[in-house]
């Protein structure tokens, strides 16, 4: 009772054009950069960006600051948000090849994204395909709240929502399915320790990554992609599908996961406001790990 209640309220105020959303996100943008995670992003794109200048640095701070505000207007209206006008506000190119290999006998399409853009309306590509299921991996939410909230929101686009701990089963169900799936996944974030097998040089820093995108690919064979996300003005967004390789069983370790952590990293140079700098993305260090690795092996 009590979550529908919230969502009634949250759909209504999803109702206004976004337009006029954007001006809630205007007014909490002074708010947002003074008291949330400031500190972190300041230190964090210092790092990153060792040669800007300090006015260079906080420009692209108060650009990401304006940009991460309005997401969330963004988020919101997707509870009222029509498929045409979802469809109006985010462009999918590239897709041709894709077909080409589904045709060919393809079942499985990775395709690796980033916290950049607007990643939750990228769910909406099932729109504009009914040649293949839409899918994506998602890590369950702690607050069971908002966990049922964004399920919600990203399976009314028709596509399908895979709970991390069941990708690699529910992967290969569908492929004994015979179904031709394209498959997201959002693979910026920091790993766990136990989850920490490879670092790469991103931004400036050794950083740790999830391989198992990868390591389901190779067993699946899948087809392997990345998606570049642009942001031609506000509120609109492409996404350009980038083929990293057709066939990944043969593949070397870790070089799929490299390579789109190559192309992550030139998107965010070419537009560092349109990352999420408010994770603390490089908390666990090559040290720290290998250290953890030397001392389990003494026990």
């Given at each position: 009772?009590?979550?529908?209640?919230?969502?009634?309220?949250?759909?209504?105020?999803?109702?206004?054009?976004?337009?006029?959303?954007?001006?809630?996100?205007?007014?909490?943008?002074?708010?947002?950069?003074?008291?949330?995670?400031?500190?972190?992003?300041?230190?964090?794109?210092?790092?990153?960006?060792?040669?800007?200048?300090?006015?260079?640095?906080?420009?692209?701070?108060?650009?990401?600051?304006?940009?991460?505000?309005?997401?969330?207007?963004?988020?919101?209206?997707?509870?009222?948000?029509?498929?045409?006008?979802?469809?109006?506000?985010?462009?999918?190119?590239?897709?041709?090849?894709?077909?080409?290999?589904?045709?060919?006998?393809k079942?499985?399409?990775?395709?690796?994204?980033?916290?950049?853009?607007?990643?939750?309306?990228?769910?909406?590509?099932?729109?504009?395909?009914?040649?293949?299921?839409?899918?994506?991996?998602?890590?369950?939410?702690?607050?069971?709240?908002?966990?049922?909230?964004?399920l919600?929101?990203?399976?009314?686009?028709?596509?399908?929502?895979?709970?991390?701990?069941?990708?690699?089963?529910?992967?290969?169900?569908?492929?004994?399915?015979?179904?031709?799936?394209?498959?997201?996944?959002i693979?910026d974030?920091?790993?766990?320790?136990?989850?920490?097998?490879?670092?790469?040089?991103?931004?400036?820093?050794?950083?740790?990554?999830?391989?198992?995108?990868?390591?389901?690919?190779?067993?699946?064979?899948?087809?392997?992609y990345?998606?570049?996300?642009?942001?031609?003005?506000?509120?609109?967004?492409?996404m350009?599908?980038?083929?990293?390789?057709h066939?990944?069983?043969?593949?070397?370790?870790?070089?799929?996961?490299?390579?789109?952590?190559?192309?992550?990293?030139?998107?965010?140079?070419?537009?560092?406001?349109?990352w999420?700098?408010?994770?603390?993305?490089w908390?666990?260090?090559?040290?720290?790990?290998m250290?953890?690795?030397?001392?389990?092996?003494?026990?």
């Amino acid at each position: 009772m009590f979550y529908k209640i919230i969502y009634k309220i949250l759909w209504l105020l999803s109702l206004p054009p976004l337009e006029i959303l954007y001006v809630w996100s205007d007014l909490a943008y002074p708010f947002v950069r003074r008291f949330y995670r400031r500190s972190l992003v300041r230190k964090q794109l210092k790092e990153s960006f060792p040669l800007a200048s300090s006015e260079e640095l906080k420009q692209i701070e108060r650009k990401f600051y304006h940009h991460l505000c309005d997401l969330v207007p963004e988020i919101l209206k997707q509870l009222s948000m029509s498929r045409e006008e979802m469809m109006h506000r985010v462009k999918f190119v590239g897709l041709k090849p894709i077909q080409e290999g589904f045709a060919e006998g393809k079942t499985d399409l990775f395709c690796y994204l980033g916290h950049y853009g607007n990643w939750e309306w990228l769910a909406s590509l099932q729109y504009w395909t009914n040649d293949y299921l839409c899918a994506q991996i998602y890590h369950p939410l702690y607050n069971k709240f908002m966990d049922r909230l964004f399920l919600e929101v990203r399976n009314a686009y028709g596509g399908e929502c895979i709970p991390m701990k069941l990708a690699a089963r529910t992967l290969v169900r569908r492929k004994q399915e015979d179904k031709k799936v394209f498959c997201g996944f959002i693979s910026d974030q920091l790993p766990k320790w136990e989850n920490i097998h490879h670092f790469t040089p991103f931004l400036n820093h050794d950083t740790a990554v999830f391989t198992g995108g990868e390591q389901m690919g190779k067993h699946l064979n899948a087809m392997m992609y990345y998606g570049r996300v642009t942001m031609p003005k506000r509120g609109y967004y492409v996404m350009e599908a980038i083929p990293i390789n057709h066939d990944s069983r043969d593949v070397p370790d870790f070089e799929v996961t490299d390579r789109y952590m190559q192309l992550l990293e030139q998107d965010i140079i070419a537009h560092p406001e349109l990352w999420l700098w408010t994770h603390n993305r490089w908390k666990r260090t090559k040290e720290d790990w290998m250290n953890r690795k030397t001392n389990s092996e003494r026990d």
